[in-house]
């Protein structure tokens, strides 16, 4: 089932019911050409519109020493699609049209109904700060590096990292030093800026593992609720506490019918696990 949601460099499977595992797999450094990052906003969008009932998502790097180096330089079309021209405004409007794209398809993830875990491991260099940072949940492995690398090519980080961090994280004078830097960090120093919420011992098997534990209990609670979650929580990121609680109100007014609730209080009476329906019901046949 899950083979149909799989690309050329995407690999994407269903290791228990509910819970996809997508993994980048662009040998030899899961560097990223303009077809890969296309597939990548692809995947998530199909897994969205066309999974099986998917409850989370962990996305990671199927190489063992890498999660990625980020943008592929060496990537002939880069400039092609981007859109060169000898007009200068013609340039301008078609390079525009080329970020907001590449933007949109990396920040796909927090767009899905769905939590995403990334789990990181080996080096994560440019385009992966951008990549994690779009996702719900980081869990690195302790072998893990960082790199906000654009500025060493002499460019601003524009795919996202520059809009995430200053909200996911709570450490700005971090923030801005390994931005402006360009320089390596490891665990230690992510954990401390807030980009990470666990950081597990060991490579790429255990992290996977750690991340796939908590995409399974994430799994086990109501889809209703954990969408309805993500969708607030993004909503209160972006906006004020009095827009948001007015929000919240509102969408809770018709979200506190589901019938997910009773399902709830039904099994913890009962001392049972819920058992609970797909978001998206099949449509009766006429």
């Not at 060496?74 to 000898?86: F, R």
């Not at 875990?117 to 700060?129: K, M």
């Not at 520059?162 to 665990?187: C, D, H």
């Not at 060991?202 to 979650?229: C, F, M, T």
Request: aromatic share 6%; hydrophobic share 40%; proline share 5%.
């Amino acid at each position: 089932m899950t083979n149909q949601f799989s690309t050329k460099w995407i690999k994407v499977t269903e290791p228990c019911p509910h819970v996809f595992h997508v993994e980048l797999s662009r040998t030899p450094v899961n560097a990223f050409n303009s077809e890969l990052w296309r597939d990548y906003g692809r995947v998530f969008r199909r897994l969205s519109e066309e999974g099986p009932d998917v409850r989370a998502v962990v996305l990671s790097s199927s190489l063992p020493k890498i999660f990625t180096v980020g943008l592929d330089l060496q990537d002939n079309n880069l400039v092609k699609d981007s859109g060169a021209s000898t007009d200068t405004a013609r340039s301008i409007i078609a390079l525009r049209e080329y970020l907001t794209e590449f933007q949109n398809a990396i920040g796909t993830p927090g767009h899905c109904p769905f939590p995403v875990i990334a789990a990181c491991h080996g080096h994560v260099v440019g385009l992966g700060v951008d990549i994690i940072s779009a996702c719900d949940i980081r869990y690195a492995a302790s072998n893990t590096s960082f790199s906000i690398k654009e500025v060493d090519v002499g460019l601003a980080a524009d795919i996202g990292t520059l809009a995430y961090l200053p909200k996911i994280t709570g450490n700005q004078s971090l923030a801005r030093e390994l931005t402006y830097t360009a320089r390596t960090f490891g665990v230690d120093e992510a954990e401390k800026l807030g980009l990470l919420s666990k950081v597990v011992q060991g490579g790429r098997e255990q992290v996977i593992a750690a991340a796939l534990d908590l995409a399974k209990l994430i799994a086990s609670k109501s889809p209703v609720a954990v969408a309805n979650s993500k969708h607030l929580i993004t909503h209160s990121r972006d906006n004020t506490v009095q827009e948001n609680l007015r929000y919240t109100a509102t969408w809770n007014a018709s979200q506190l019918l589901t019938e997910d609730i009773v399902e709830s209080v039904l099994a913890a009476k009962a001392k049972t696990s819920p058992q609970f329906k797909p978001i998206k019901q099949t449509p009766a046949k006429l």
